[in-house]
């Protein structure tokens, strides 16, 4: 059953004049949302569970955190396969790995609504909140060609294999096509620090002319810098833009290692995922009356992609980016 005929099976309407109106949650009812993902545990993730934690206290909603505490696909498979005959009110999951889409089709068999945020792996699930990735990494080159010209050798560093940031890295090598720009090595940082800051001097290393330096995942930031500290290189003496937000990495920016992050609008991806299950579940999403009659039209009320763009983080606005300034939510309602 998909989650329109889910829908229409459990919510009352009365009839105010010609139009059908969604009758709302008794008092007290409170909806159980999940969260499933990779990465609960690592630095990147705090964005994300910000804006689920500050959403969960805003909607009076319970929202559950399952799925692995490192990058571990498996894990998170099996805990959003664990999940679904449960059928809980909805779901949010970050598809970093095609391995989701099994689950993610079974969610919606079930008639359980469930939204992809940050990385779509193939399968959209009733809605996918978050980048275009592929824009995202044509931003990027855009943002190198602003602080560094039309020319020069780069390195790259990222987590390949994720689904999201293949994609940057797709988008940021079609904008330097066009420019005199020539990528003389990459590496995968797998999105752990260490790994990152190894790849990053072995890569420096090997390529002492280098101009300018890409970081296409959160932890990039700090291992390329954080390699050019250990190497003795001068912040500034090459040209670094990277892509999410770590505070090691905040640091970093104020230093004058990096000049630029390009960040998604992270905390607000959750909170809208999270409003929109609200406002299926308990007030007839799906009954908006674009036609007589949604189902029997084959109208689908759900808008396919919600596209959050980036915001760049530089030495002028980095102290607001601090996760310790952001404050605590959702406690009550949280279980992560």
Known sequence: MNFKKALAATVAVAMVGAMAMPVM???????????????????????MIKGLQYAAEKYDVKIIAQGANDWDAETTCAALEQIIPSNPDG???????????PGILKAQEAGIPIILVEAESGEKGDLYIGLDNVDAGRETAQELINLAGDSGKLLVIGNWGS?????????????LAD???????????????ATSLQAAKDLLSANPDVDAFVGLDSACGGGIAGAMEELGMEPGSITVVCAD???????????GYIQASLTNR??????????LLVNATEYGFADVPVSADNEASGIDVWPLTIYTGNVVINQDNVDNFYHDALGDFGADNWQG
Not at 25 to 47: C, M, R
Not at 179 to 193: H, L, S, Y
């Open 266 to 275: 992270t905390a607000a991806m959750t909170d809208m995922a999270v409003a």
């Open 179 to 193: 420019t005199n720009w020539e990528i003389v090595g990459d590496q995968d940082g797998e999105c752990d620090a």
């Open 163 to 175: 689904t999201n940031i293949d994609q940057k890295f797709e988008g940021l090598k079609e904008v």
């Open 245 to 255: 937000r770590e505070d090691a990495m905040l640091d970093y920016i104020k230093d």
């Open 25 to 47: 949650a008794e008092e007290g009812e409170q909806k159980t949302f999940y969260y499933v993902a990779a990465g609960l545990g690592q630095p990147y993730s705090i964005d």
């Open 91 to 101: 779901i949010i999951t970050a598809a970093w790995d095609a391995a989701m889409n």
